[in-house]
């Protein structure tokens, strides 16, 4: 059974950072492509960030050079560190997966604002 949960959602104020975390279990996580997506309020989910199992990274065109996806083979986890946070980054976030169909977690708020 593949589960994915997500952790480090919050409020922040725009300009700071946050970092979300996102435990695997029921893959071959080291083999695996995943990403982060986020969905606004009365906006549809759309991809943020994704990373293959060899490393290689993918961004939105609205957190390129702001936001960094990584991952920890050993612990199972994928990151996403999100600095220069924006009130237009505020939405609920995603961990993402496919295997055999797609993979949700639960999803951690993130809101920006002062």
């Known amino acids: 059974q593949v589960q994915l949960v997500e952790s480090g959602g919050g409020l922040v104020q725009p300009g700071g950072s946050l970092r979300l975390s996102c435990a695997a279990s029921?893959?071959?996580?080291?083999?695996?492509?995943m990403a982060w997506h986020r969905q606004a309020p009365g906006k549809q989910r759309e991809l943020v960030a994704s990373i293959t199992s060899g490393g290689k990274t993918n961004y939105a065109d609205s957190v390129k050079g702001r936001f960094t996806i990584s991952r920890d083979n050993a612990k199972n986890t994928v990151y996403m560190q999100m600095n220069s946070l924006k009130p237009e980054d505020t939405a609920v976030y995603y961990c993402?997966?496919?295997?055999?169909?797609?993979?949700w977690g639960q999803g951690t708020q993130v809101t920006v604002s002062s």
């Open positions: 993402y997966v496919h295997r055999l169909r797609d993979h």
């Open positions: 029921g893959i071959v996580f080291s083999i695996s492509a």
